[in-house]
């Protein structure tokens, strides 16, 4: 039997053994099976028919180095499936050296399958023995480059975390600072209020910097770390507009919590929605209409909404607005002369409001304004039961 047409008819025996290294590796010992064996069926079907399409010298030689099978439709199915399994092997905390690792068990296992299989060698054997290193080869290759992009990515995400949430704290820190230095009454109410700010925010650094740590170890692709306590969103939320309309004096701003608002939730995870959506309201909204912050109770549920007046978001951004490294304007001369923000606010609000098993959409018109609104279950969702 030619080697395309055992890998087809026995994907499964070789799943098997892809699945019992997979899970031999650090990184593999806790995961599911359907993980394990991530897009592993496909790329045996791809390479399959990757090997049995008619090759040119210069599709052979464009694989070989690393370019692809060069319009081949067998061969690009590979490319994809070979794209999938290294940028979700980031995500469960493989790294580079299990992946290859990988590969070369595929390859061993494939290989020593087929000899156990037959009983006389055939001329075929050297020729389906070369186009299937050629297309293990290749699958490794876009594989690797997957995985070393979504590394990439996520360093540059990881910085400018770093830099979007400790500017705000930062920010309030500084000019509440000036407040007290301005002041030479201790017994100044404005200058005690200034104070008490300072203290809180320098507090919200320290929980910044423990969070970014968590983030980091806990592997790329984890979900939002929590710390779970009783959370009263009323008492947070208050204490979140009242910092906001310190820091925002010229604008309107109006808080509007109803119900039983308290909860199983992190509290400065959630410290950090707020302050973001509402950051996100003030950068974009109208600067003469207000930005309404409300809470609400609905049984098992909290429903949090942050609305605003003003230019609609175009409906070709709704879908993408929650991205990472991706940001929002109005127009282009909106962009030049707004606050140096990368647009990750909404990409943490988003991770946030799903570790907490909740979630967050966007509805805009110009009628009727641009509103946030997020759904949060008061009690820990049952484990594997939120988006990861």
């Given at each position: 039997?030619?080697?395309?047409?055992?890998?087809?008819?026995?994907?499964?025996?070789?799943?098997?053994?892809?699945?019992?290294?997979?899970?031999?590796?650090?990184?593999?010992?806790?995961?599911?099976?359907?993980?394990?064996?991530?897009?592993?069926?496909?790329?045996?079907?791809?390479?399959?028919?990757?090997?049995?399409?008619?090759?040119?010298?210069?599709?052979?030689?464009?694989?070989?180095?690393?370019?692809?099978?060069?319009?081949?439709?067998?061969?690009?199915?590979?490319?994809?499936?070979?794209?999938?399994?290294?940028?979700?092997?980031?995500?469960?905390?493989?790294?580079?050296?299990?992946?290859?690792?990988?590969?070369?068990?595929?390859?061993?296992?494939?290989?020593?399958?087929?000899?156990?299989?037959?009983?006389?060698?055939?001329?075929?054997?050297?020729?389906?023995?070369?186009?299937?290193?050629?297309?293990?080869?290749?699958?490794?290759?876009?594989a690797v480059d997957s995985y070393t992009?979504?590394?990439?990515?996520?360093?540059?995400?990881?910085?400018?975390?770093?830099?979007?949430?400790?500017?705000?704290?930062?920010?309030?820190?500084?000019?509440?600072a000036q407040v007290a230095a301005r002041?030479?009454?201790?017994?100044?109410?404005?200058?005690?209020?200034?104070?008490?700010?300072?203290?809180?925010?320098?507090?919200?650094?320290i929980g910044l910097i423990d969070d970014?740590?968590?983030?980091?170890?806990?592997?790329?692709?984890?979900?939002?770390?929590?710390?779970?306590?009783?959370?009263?969103?009323?008492?947070?939320?208050?204490?979140?507009?009242?910092?906001?309309?310190?820091?925002?004096?010229?604008?309107?701003?109006?808080?509007?919590?109803?119900?039983?608002?308290?909860?199983?939730?992190?509290?400065?995870?959630?410290?950090?929605?707020?302050?973001?959506?509402?950051?996100?309201?003030?950068?974009?909204?109208?600067?003469?209409?207000?930005?309404?912050?409300?809470?609400?109770?609905?049984?098992?549920?909290?429903?949090?909404?942050?609305?605003?007046?003003?230019?609609?978001?175009?409906?070709?951004?709704?879908?993408?607005?929650?991205?990472?490294?991706?940001?929002?304007?109005?127009?282009?001369?909106?962009?030049?002369?707004?606050?140096?923000?990368?647009?990750?606010?909404?990409?943490?609000?988003?991770?946030?409001?799903?570790?907490?098993?909740?979630?967050?959409?966007?509805?805009?018109?110009?009628?009727?304004?641009?509103?946030?609104?997020?759904?949060?279950?008061?009690?820990?969702?049952?484990?594997?039961?939120?988006?990861?």
């Amino acid at each position: 039997m030619r080697l395309a047409d055992f890998i087809l008819e026995n994907i499964e025996p070789i799943l098997v053994e892809w699945e019992a290294f997979a899970r031999s590796l650090e990184s593999g010992t806790t995961m599911t099976r359907k993980a394990l064996r991530n897009a592993a069926g496909e790329m045996l079907l791809a390479t399959a028919r990757n090997m049995q399409t008619e090759q040119s010298r210069a599709q052979q030689e464009s694989k070989s180095k690393g370019h692809g099978g060069a319009d081949s439709q067998a061969s690009d199915r590979l490319d994809h499936a070979s794209k999938v399994h290294g940028f979700e092997r980031v995500g469960v905390g493989f790294d580079i050296m299990e992946v290859v690792a990988e590969y070369r068990a595929l390859r061993a296992s494939v290989l020593r399958l087929w000899y156990e299989s037959r009983q006389q060698s055939s001329l075929d054997d050297i020729e389906d023995i070369t186009r299937f290193n050629e297309a293990i080869d290749q699958s490794l290759a876009e594989a690797v480059d997957s995985y070393t992009s979504r590394v990439e990515q996520s360093r540059h995400m990881f910085l400018a975390i770093l830099s979007h949430d400790l500017r705000s704290p930062v920010g309030s820190i500084q000019g509440a600072a000036q407040v007290a230095a301005r002041s030479h009454n201790n017994e100044d109410l404005r200058a005690g209020k200034a104070l008490s700010m300072i203290e809180r925010n320098t507090k919200a650094i320290i929980g910044l910097i423990d969070d970014l740590i968590d983030f980091a170890s806990t592997g790329l692709g984890s979900a939002m770390p929590l710390t779970r306590s009783s959370v009263d969103l009323k008492k947070l939320g208050h204490e979140v507009f009242e910092n906001l309309r310190f820091a925002y004096p010229q604008r309107t701003l109006h808080f509007h919590p109803d119900g039983d608002l308290t909860g199983d939730w992190d509290g400065p995870r959630l410290r950090q929605v707020i302050s973001n959506l509402m950051g996100n309201a003030l950068q974009h909204g109208a600067i003469e209409e207000p930005v309404e912050l409300s809470i609400t109770s609905e049984e098992s549920t909290v429903v949090l909404s942050v609305h605003n007046e003003g230019p609609r978001i175009p409906s070709e951004m709704l879908t993408t607005i929650f991205d990472p490294l991706r940001r929002y304007t109005q127009s282009e001369s909106t962009a030049k002369s707004a606050s140096r923000s990368i647009g990750l606010g909404l990409y943490i609000a988003r991770e946030i409001v799903f570790a907490h098993g909740g979630t967050i959409g966007v509805d805009s018109t110009a009628q009727a304004g641009t509103t946030f609104t997020v759904r949060l279950p008061r009690v820990a969702p049952v484990e594997g039961d939120y988006r990861t």
